[in-house]
């Protein structure tokens, strides 16, 4: 059964650090990944997904994604951190039926501090 | 384009009442969801559409009904409401499938007494 997974509740960076959100994935076939965020009293937005191509994966404000097939991983990283970055960070993965359902980790907070 | 609506904002029921949530969409997306979220559980998938009139169970479908007469609306029913229903509920819809970017509405605040 497709799975992922985010090790991290919370992760604490000074504005203008880099900053990596990580996520690890188990599939069966070829992974689609995703990462969401959720700012407070909010929806989620969509950042990026790797579908298939580069394994650096650009996105909204100014966020990346390295996926790393021999780690099975999709770590979420920033050059440098703004204190507006500070939100809840899903990554997500396809299931393997035919309508694509999404799912989600448990998601990890980003708190960037001035 | 108002993208995705979700009310009410917030709710309170009692053991037992039921309610409709109700979510609409007018982008013309084909697959609608709902989820729910709770602290440490990330989003969990109650039900799914992808199409008028054709609706499926996710991951966590007991006590909750949907139905989908029409491509822009999605309404979700909590037939009677338990304490273990307190969460924050989210709908959001894609073009065709689960893996389109995903529009999520603004969500509704649940509590059951």
């Known amino acids: 059964a497709q799975s992922v997974a985010q090790p991290e509740d919370q992760v604490n960076v000074a504005e203008g650090n880099p900053l990596t959100v990580k996520c690890t994935y188990s599939?069966?076939?070829?992974?689609?990944l995703f990462w969401y965020v959720q700012y407070p009293n909010r929806g989620l937005q969509f950042l990026l997904k790797?579908?298939?191509?580069?394994?650096l994966v650009k996105g909204s404000y100014g966020f990346e994604a390295e996926f790393n097939k021999s780690q099975t991983s999709f770590h979420l990283k920033k050059p440098s951190a703004l204190v507006s970055d500070s939100a809840l960070y899903f990554c997500?993965?396809?299931?393997?039926?035919?309508?694509?359902?999404?799912?989600f980790g448990q998601g990890t907070t980003l708190q960037v501090k001035p | 384009n108002a993208g995705v609506t979700q009310t009410p904002k917030f709710q309170v029921l009692k053991t037992g009442q039921s309610m409709t949530l109700q979510c609409a969409q007018d982008?013309?997306?084909?697959?609608m969801s709902w989820y729910r979220q709770d602290p440490g559980m990330g989003l969990r998938l109650i039900h799914y559409?992808?199409?008028?009139?054709?609706?499926d169970q996710g991951e966590v479908p007991n006590g909750y009904n949907v139905s989908r007469s029409t491509t822009e609306d999605f309404p979700l029913r909590l037939l009677s409401a338990a304490p273990s229903q307190t969460s924050v509920y989210f709908c959001?819809?894609?073009?065709?499938?689960?893996?389109?970017?995903?529009?999520f509405g603004p969500g509704t605040r649940l509590t059951v007494l």
């Open positions: 559409s992808v199409g008028a009139g054709i609706t």
């Open positions: 599939v069966s076939g070829n992974p689609y």
């Open positions: 997500a993965v396809r299931d393997g039926s035919n309508t694509g359902k999404l799912i």
């Open positions: 982008m013309n997306h084909e697959y």
């Open positions: 790797y579908i298939t191509g580069d394994n």
């Open positions: 959001a819809s894609s073009l065709r499938q689960g893996w389109d970017t995903q529009y």
